[in-house]
């Protein structure tokens, strides 16, 4: 509904977005009285990308930091402490990105909107880049194909 040129401008759209942020607004403050650390992470770093998308930047710092106290609360990391890696899943899937994008978002703050210099992703950024598998493209062929 942002990005759509004129659609701004009818009252029905306007009374639409009105519904949804309402609706994003309860739940957001549903999320937040819960215990459920990784969705509080995730409620608010859609709320910091929300924000940088509709230029309200003064909200941006606040909860990109709201964020990261999620993950550290929780102890949210890229790989178990102990154990096995689980199995690939859509849930694991979504716990990756969801890591990966506080990291990327508290960086791009710093690099772009004039923030503190990245601390608080320290933990899982050290973590993403010395201990999560990751590998690229062209190992990944090199591997397949058998190629050094």
Same mark, same amino acid.
């Given at each position: ?8 401008? %009818? /009252?029905?759209? #306007?009374?639409? &977005? ?8 309860? %739940?957001?403050? =549903? ?8 969705? +509080?992470? &995730? !409620? !608010? *770093?859609?709320? #910091?990308?929300?924000? $940088?998308?509709?230029? *309200?930047? &003064?909200?941006? /710092?606040?909860?990109?930091? +709201?964020?990261? =106290? ?9 790989? /178990?402490?102990?154990?096995? /890696?689980?199995?690939?899943? &859509? ?6 990105? @969801?890591?990966?994008? $506080? $990291? ?17 992703? #320290?933990? @899982? ?6 201990? *999560? ?16």
């Amino acid at each position: 509904m942002h990005f759509c040129d004129g659609l701004d401008k %009818l /009252p029905a759209m #306007a009374k639409l &977005q009105v519904t949804y942020i309402q609706t994003a607004l309860e %739940l957001l403050i =549903e999320v937040s009285k819960g215990c459920d650390w990784e969705l +509080k992470a &995730q !409620m !608010m *770093l859609w709320v #910091a990308s929300g924000s $940088i998308v509709m230029r *309200l930047l &003064q909200l941006t /710092p606040s909860y990109i930091k +709201k964020s990261c =106290e999620a993950v550290n609360m929780a102890g949210l990391r890229f790989v /178990p402490a102990f154990g096995r /890696p689980p199995q690939f899943s &859509q849930d694991l899937h979504e716990k990756i990105s @969801i890591l990966s994008q $506080i $990291i990327y978002f508290e960086n791009f703050w710093f690099l772009t909107g004039g923030g503190a210099e990245p601390t608080m992703t #320290a933990r @899982i950024e050290k973590e993403f880049r010395h201990q *999560l598998q990751v590998s690229t493209i062209s190992s990944c062929l090199r591997c397949v194909f058998n190629i050094s």
